[in-house]
Each structure stands twice: as structure tokens, then as C-alpha cells.
């Protein structure tokens, strides 16, 4: 019988947390501290070596945190009450419903069409080359990614069974590796990291950014949709306008020109027919919710309000019904394991653990300008992610930390939290395990472990350095630094 879980790993990480929890305290630290930090670890472990569901995963967590006390304040005189409320408090966090009804708001976009129909339009548009087919594909995917959060639904579920359609179309037939040159290799690469740089350049573009912006707000730095947004603009614009080329170059086609690719998306778009009474209500929808992001603060409307709102008018239009917010698993698999995660590491923050981690790793680097911590602080952050199958994983595990240890530097705070937020899409280049849509993308056998790794470490020095150059550059018009 077929399981989810990986017994061997489960144990693996279970004997490193058991042992984290029984080796002596260090000094300095509180004990309940370090005993979160063992089943923090565990956590931690068991996803990034898939020892079991990330959702069971961030059960065990919640259970281990209530049953063994370390969440009860030290004067408690009931410590299994507190622990247990504050084991359940990451469902209370504002933060993890916004992104809970914004995937309810993204099956919008797939029930009704209107993603596909975005996506058919580009390519009917630039598809007459395979470089401009890459183009309007990512276009259709940065259109996309402000109201989609999931970019596994939005590569997954809109973006990549059109393209793979299209690479079939033009000859490129995974079943026969010999064909893959012809246009799914680089299609399939240019897809995957496009959805990585629009992730990154909203707020709302991949899950792991609220986290982000959850652990900067409780180091006292307000990050909002806008300023995300805003600050992203320029540097993520530059990367999608360059990868495309960069790929082009370092993996080409070897067909340039696409021959029918317009006249499919043509025959498609027919096939859909005239917009649809619920296309146009999911237009008005993704363009309120637009606007109150960008401007809901400054009428006291902040984030979760708007995709509050924005889901109820998809409810009493009718666009979705009760049966699709209940059957929206990733939604509700993700507002569990969000709130373990979140749970956890502002917890180790409020006992001291990460205080402590910072104050260590702080101590390394005292005497060095910021100038120098700065980028060390990103690499390590960003390099990092050669160990962690999931972005959400990382974010959970270091974020706080490095943001920390960069704040007590003297780094710049708004700078550093939101180039460290930045990586949290882009950083997913390195390795074909390395963000959500990943597996849906290398799956489709287009690309080798060999080139994917080969390119995506490309690509990544790429992103650095224009988020380091122009970024920066932008950064100082804006007053980050």
C-alpha cells in the first residue's frame, strides 16, 4: 500500500530533533527555547527531506509545541491551556488568511477561463518566434501573478499546459528526448523562470512573501503591497526582459520560428468564444482587488480586508461557490502549515532564541562596514537554498535570522528585509526541487537535472547582480538606503 510518508527520513529527523532537545542548553538561552528550536528543527527536516507532507509535518509541530509545554509562559498556572492556545495562535495571523483567500480568488481565474484566455492572447500576439512566444507566455504570467498567489496553480494549473501544448505543437515531444531542443527545453526553462520572477515581484505572487513580510513587521519594519511592489518594479521588470534572451542564448532552440503557434492560440480563443458574463465579473474582481492593494492603506483598508472583500463579491456574483472555497485544498493545506511555520518562528523570536542567533552571528562580522555585510548576508541567504525543497521552508528557517544579524549591522532595514523577501521567489533558479511549479516543470521531461542546475546557477548570478546594481540604484531614488 502506498504512503506518504518516508518512515526513513521521518526517523532521521526525529533523532536530530531528540537530540537538539537533550544536549545541554547554551549558555545564554532559556530552555524552552532551545527545546522549540529541537522541534523547530524536526519541522523543518521532515520537509525538506519529504519525510511526510509538509501538512502533517506542521501538525507534529503544532502537537509537539502543545504537548510539551514550551510555549507556556514561565509564571503559567495552567501550562497545558497556554501552551495549547498559543500552539494554535499562527491561525489567528491575518497574514496567513490573506493568502488562504487569495487562492480562493485564483480558482477564479482557472474556473472561468479567463487565465487561459490571457495566456492565449500573448501568444497569438508575439508567438511568431520562439523567443517571442517565451515573451508573451511570461507576460500572460506577470498579468497573472498579483491576484494569483499560488505560482504553482498559476505556472501549474494556466501557464504550463499551454506551453506544453504549444512545444508539442511545434514538434518538441517529450516522449522523444531527441525532440526537446527543438522548443520545450527552453520554453519549459524560460516558463519556470518567469513564474520565479513574477513571485517575486509581488507581494501576493507566491506564499512565502507574507511570511516575509510577517517576520519584518515583528522587527518593527512595515513593508505594504505598494512599497513591495514598487520597490520590485524595476529590477524584476529588467530580469524578465533579460532571461528570456539569456536562455536564448546559452540553451537556443533550435527551431527560431514558430510556424502555427499564433494560428493555435487563434483556434483556441474561438473555441472559448465571446467573453462570459463571469470572465468580466473576475475582470471587475482582479481590478479591485488591484486598486485597494495598492491604495486600501491610506483608507485604512489593509491586505486581508480587500481579499476578504474581493471573495465575498466572488461569492454573491456567483463567480464561485461555497463547494469551490470547501474543495480549494491547497488553500486550506496551506493555511495549516503556514500557521505551524509562523507559529514557531515568532516564537523562537519571543523566547530569545533568535535574538541569541543574531547576537552570535553578529559577534562574527562586528567591526564590518554594512557595505560588506550586506551582499554576504544575501549570498549566504541565497545560496542557501541548494538545501531546501521549498521556499516556504527556508523563509520559516532563516529569514528572521539574517534579517536580524543584518538590522544589528547597521544595514539598511527596509533595504535588506526586502531584498531578502526578493529571494524568496528568485532563489528557486538553483535546482529542479527548488520552488513549487519546479516539479510540475522538470516533470514534463523537457529538461535534464545537468542543464537545469546549470542554468538556473547562470541565472542566478543574473538576478544578482541586476538586483544588486539596478535594484540598488532604484533603491536610492526610493530612500531605501
Not at 144 to 158: K, Y
Not at 192 to 199: H, M, Q
Not at 340 to 362: D, T, Y
Request: aromatic share 14%.
Amino acid at each position: 500500500m502506498k504512503t506518504e510518508l518516508n518512515y526513513k527520513m521521518l526517523a532521521l529527523s526525529s533523532a536530530v530533533g531528540i537530540i537538539l532537545w537533550f544536549i545541554p542548553v547554551p549558555e545564554g538561552l532559556k530552555e524552552n527555547a532551545w527545546h522549540l528550536f529541537g522541534i523547530f528543527v524536526f519541522v523543518i527536516m521532515g520537509i525538506i527531506t519529504k519525510a511526510a507532507p509538509m501538512g502533517t509535518m506542521a501538525m507534529l509541530g503544532i502537537a509537539l509545541s502543545a504537548f510539551s509545554t514550551v510555549l507556556a509562559p514561565e509564571d503559567s498556572v495552567n501550562p497545558a491551556k497556554d501552551s495549547i492556545v498559543n500552539a494554535l495562535s499562527g491561525f489567528g495571523n491575518s497574514i496567513i488568511w490573506l493568502i488562504g483567500m487569495a487562492f480562493f480568488i485564483a480558482r477564479g481565474f482557472i474556473k472561468t477561463g479567463l487565465g487561459a484566455r490571457i495566456a492565449y492572447f500573448f501568444v497569438q500576439k508575439f508567438g511568431r518566434s520562439t523567443l517571442g512566444l517565451a515573451y508573451g507566455l511570461n507576460l500572460a504570467d506577470l498579468l497573472l501573478a498579483p491576484a494569483v498567489p499560488s505560482n504553482t496553480a498559476r505556472s501549474g494549473g494556466i501557464i504550463y499546459p499551454i506551453m506544453k501544448s504549444v512545444a508539442m505543437s511545434l514538434g518538441s515531444d517529450a516522449a522523444k528526448p531527441e525532440t526537446n531542443k527543438k522548443a520545450g527545453t527552453f520554453l519549459t526553462l524560460s516558463t519556470y523562470n518567469a513564474n520565479l520572477i513574477t513571485s517575486t515581484m509581488f507581494l501576493t505572487g507566491t506564499a512565502s512573501n507574507p511570511m516575509a513580510q510577517k517576520f519584518a513587521a515583528d522587527l518593527g519594519i512595515s513593508i505594504s503591497w505598494g512599497s513591495w511592489a514598487v520597490a520590485a518594479l524595476v529590477p524584476g521588470l529588467l530580469c524578465l526582459m533579460v532571461m528570456p534572451y539569456v536562455l536564448y542564448k546559452v540553451s537556443p532552440p533550435d527551431l527560431k520560428n514558430t510556424g502555427d503557434a499564433p494560428e493555435l492560440a487563434r483556434q483556441k480563443l474561438r473555441e472559448m468564444g465571446k467573453m462570459k458574463p463571469e470572465e468580466w465579473i473576475m475582470i471587475v474582481a482582479f481590478l479591485i482587488l488591484l486598486f485597494l492593494w495598492i491604495f486600501g492603506e491610506t483608507v485604512h483598508i489593509d491586505a486581508t480586508t480587500t481579499a476578504l472583500l474581493g471573495l465575498c463579491f466572488l461569492l454573491l456574483t456567483r463567480v464561485l461557490t461555497w463547494e469551490d472555497v470547501k474543495s480549494e485544498k491547497g488553500a486550506w493545506d496551506t493555511v495549516v502549515w503556514f500557521s505551524s511555520l509562523v507559529m514557531m518562528a515568532s516564537f523562537l523570536a519571543k523566547l530569545g532564541f533568535i535574538p541569541w542567533l543574531s547576537e552570535n552571528i553578529k559577534d562574527s562580522i562586528s567591526g564590518m562596514s554594512w557595505y560588506y555585510a550586506f551582499p554576504i548576508i544575501i549570498l549566504i541567504y541565497y545560496y542557501l537554498h541548494y538545501m531546501f525543497a521549498s521556499a516556504t521552508a527556508h523563509v520559516a528557517a532563516l529569514y528572521y535570522a539574517m534579517l536580524s544579524v543584518g538590522v544589528a549591522v547597521g544595514v539598511p532595514p527596509d533595504m535588506l528585509a526586502l531584498f531578502l523577501g526578493f529571494c524568496g521567489g528568485i532563489f528557486g533558479t538553483l535546482t529542479h526541487y527548488g520552488h513549487g511549479p519546479a516539479p510540475i516543470l522538470y516533470g514534463s521531461g523537457y529538461v535534464t537535472v545537468n542543464q537545469w542546475w546549470k542554468d538556473g546557477f547562470l541565472l542566478s548570478m543574473v538576478y544578482l547582480f541586476i538586483f544588486f546594481i539596478i535594484g540598488g540604484a532604484w533603491w536610492k531614488v526610493l530612500g531605501l538606503w
